[in-house]
């Protein structure tokens, strides 16, 4: 574990620098076997145009938390031809015994564009999605970006990425100009997702504007704490928001095991005041029933052991979250936990076909 151990700290500080995956995680390592089918489901990528569009915001005054990482990024930086689809990603994945990628567009996606830049480059990078899934059979499947600013808009390339382009879910970056899933005004979207029964992947991004002060040190605004702060939030005002009542069959993932969300359930379920949020039932039945949660960028056994016993081993996929993490230490962290292999198959794969509908 410690070669694992300083790969994981290298990765972690490289990553924000934009010079992760450049072969040091992979380094003087055997490729390793590929006796295990393995789909890896937050990993990201972008588009020229999606580039471009952030890289502008980038350059504006806009105090976005989100903007930090652009503004240490240039378009022909390492980080960015990392996020491009072609490059070195399936030599990587194929070093790793990594079969499939579930790809989506990088944080924050569209989310920060207004309607119409938004609209447009979802557009784009839906049909650039689905054409990489069909140049490489059996290699990637794909998660569809929308834009939560244009619910309509939004509603209508759901359908399309679904119907016409054969995509296989969607990802939705968390809060959009510091709103999110539950206010009334997005629900369309969470009844179009229910309708095509396919998942909403829930994804981090920093937390609003409106957090700049709390969060804006340290590095808070990433993957440290705030990260996971945001999308915990989003899950839990999913949750106590009553959207499940109104939505029963809507399906959530959440990645980063969960976003700290499975261990305070019990809290949740006790402390829960129906005047405050007059749902049906316990917060954690829903947590239960409508949420997945994916691996990626966790690869402590304790958590996952914690989770299988919680949530059920059904509930949880693998993930890396490739360029930011490292596909080995991911692979290794897996191959290695203490878990049955009925579990690990599940976790690896089975539930990403399922979930997905990936055949
Ligand atoms: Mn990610």
Redesign the pocket.
């Given at each position: 574990m410690e070669v694992d151990r300083r790969h994981f700290v290298v990765g972690s500080s490289l990553a924000l620098s934009g010079l992760a995956q450049a072969g040091a995680g992979n380094a003087a390592r055997p490729a390793t076997p590929t006796t295990r089918r393995r789909i890896a489901t937050?990993e990201?990528f972008t588009t020229p145009a999606q580039t471009k569009a952030m890289l502008a915001l980038a350059d504006s005054s806009w105090p976005s938390l989100d903007l930090g990482l652009w503004r240490s990024r240039t378009i022909d930086s390492p980080m960015i031809s990392h996020l491009s689809l072609e490059g070195d990603r399936l030599r990587l994945m194929d070093q790793s015994g990594i079969a499939m990628q579930v790809l989506s567009l990088t944080?924050p996606g569209v989310q920060m564009f207004d309607a119409d830049l938004g609209v447009a480059i979802a557009e784009d990078a839906n049909d650039r999605l689905a054409e990489h899934i069909r140049k490489y059979k059996g290699r990637y499947a794909g998660l569809a970006t929308f834009t939560p600013q244009a619910p309509k808009q939004a509603v209508k390339e759901m359908e399309r990425a679904i119907s016409r382009l054969g995509l296989n879910g969607f990802i939705c970056n968390s809060h959009t100009n510091g709103e999110y899933l539950d206010d009334a005004k997005y629900w369309p979207i969470l009844e179009a997702a229910e309708a095509l029964d396919r998942p909403i992947y829930i994804?981090?991004r920093s937390p609003s504007d409106a957090m700049t002060s709390a969060y804006g040190k340290y590095g808070l605004e990433f993957a440290v704490w705030g990260f996971q702060a945001e999308v915990g939030l989003h899950a839990m005002r999913l949750i106590l928001g009553g959207v499940f009542d109104r939505f029963p069959r809507l399906k959530i993932i959440i990645?980063h095991m969960g976003e700290n969300v499975p261990f305070h359930l019990g809290r949740s379920d006790t402390r829960h005041n129906r005047e405050h949020a007059p749902i049906k039932r316990k917060p954690s039945e829903y947590f239960l029933d409508n949420f997945y949660i994916t691996t990626?960028g966790v690869t402590d056994h304790l958590p996952l052991k914690y989770c299988i016993e919680k949530l059920g081993a059904d509930k949880i996929l693998w993930a890396v979250?490739y360029p930011?993490e490292f596909n080995q230490i991911a692979v290794d962290a897996m191959d290695a936990a203490p878990i049955s292999e009925a579990d690990r198959e599940a976790i690896y794969f089975r539930n990403a076909e399922r979930v997905f509908r990936i055949t």
């Open positions: 937050e990201a944080s994804h981090p990645g990626s979250d930011y």
